[in-house]
């Protein structure tokens, strides 16, 4: 249940901007022009990206951005037999914020 007026109202819209959110993290981070990110998931649309907080926390321990694998291939890896796993998402989650 989240505010219709974020958008994202279907499931692969969401996933999208997820990632999207994500990977503006991790770029962000690289060119030192980040907002902290437990306080961007937190606050940004009412803390509705939970799925781009876990993935931007396993990209972090993965080290994505110089893992030399594209986001693509590394998404699929990750939902299909990784950290991203159906039932594992919230629990990655409450890992990055430490509860």
């Known amino acids: 249940n989240h505010n219709?007026?974020?958008?994202?109202?279907?499931?692969?819209?969401?996933?999208?901007?997820?990632?999207?959110?994500?990977?503006?993290?991790?770029?962000?981070?690289r060119f030192n022009i980040s907002e902290d990110a437990k306080t961007r998931w937190k606050e940004n649309d009412d803390g509705?990206?939970?799925?781009?907080?876990?993935?931007?926390?396993?990209?972090?321990?993965?080290?994505?951005?110089?893992?030399?694998?594209?986001?693509?291939e590394f998404l699929y890896n990750e939902v299909t037999g990784g950290e991203l796993t159906k039932g594992n998402i919230v629990k990655v989650y409450n890992e990055f914020y430490g509860d």
């Open 4 to 29: 219709p007026a974020f958008g994202y109202n279907t499931l692969e819209g969401y996933l999208e901007e997820n990632c999207v959110r994500a990977m503006d993290q991790i770029i962000n981070e």
């Open 48 to 72: 509705m990206h939970v799925f781009a907080a876990a993935l931007y926390y396993v990209m972090k321990q993965k080290q994505f951005y110089d893992s030399g694998v594209g986001i693509t």
